[in-house]
């Protein structure tokens, strides 16, 4: 005589089905982002949403702090963030090679842990440059619309979002150059056009 499965067991079934779907459904949905990119923000070439935090060290930042005086990158991030721990080295390396004090851009890391010892951890370990400000209640993320990071903002000195993107991007470090405006350096003892005549 055949038994019947327990409630238990009935229930773990639903469970292992419905969690299958969602995971099938997520990977889907993850593949056709990687093989379209990402949507453009909403925010594109529209003011960028105001926002004044809480730095590591202490002090408040707001956006317009900034306003008239130097173009943003703005990267919100976390420190469980697989993707995250991945594109703020390489925004640290960006920023040392180019940053100077007279530099005309500057970045700000947002980060949406819930608590401040983690995103404290995460940016002495990657030794951050830039201001790290804390975002644990969410509000500067959900008024750019973030829903997956991490995420990238360029915003210019007028206030208005010029540039958007969901992710890590291998080709950041051009992106970053093309929209910040900078000369890319020839490497010292490159050989030039002359040389090359002689």
């Known amino acids: 005589m055949k038994q019947r499965p327990s409630p238990r067991a009935i229930i773990a079934i639903v469970v292992l089905a419905a969690f299958t779907i969602f995971i099938t459904w997520r990977a889907k949905r993850f593949e056709k982002s990687l093989l379209q990119g990402d949507e453009p923000s909403a ?94 209640a969410g509000e500067a993320g959900e008024a750019y619309g973030v829903e997956s990071i991490p995420a990238m903002y360029i915003i210019d000195k007028s206030g208005t979002v010029r540039f958007s993107h969901v992710g890590f991007d291998q080709l950041m470090e051009y992106r970053l150059t093309s929209e910040l405006g900078i000369k890319i350096q020839k490497p010292t003892g490159a050989a030039t056009d002359d040389d090359s005549s002689n």
């Open 43 to 136: 925010l594109i070439d529209k003011p960028a949403p105001a926002f004044s935090l809480d730095s590591l060290d202490g002090r408040r930042i707001a956006l317009s702090d900034y306003r008239g005086k130097r173009t943003l990158v703005v990267a919100f991030w976390a420190s469980w963030c697989g993707p995250c721990r991945l594109e703020l080295p390489a925004l640290r390396d960006f920023y040392k090679k180019n940053h100077r004090d007279s530099s005309d851009f500057e970045f700000l890391a947002i980060d949406v842990d819930d608590e401040k010892s983690d995103a404290a951890a995460a940016a002495a370990g990657d030794k951050l440059p830039f201001p790290v400000l804390l975002d644990a």
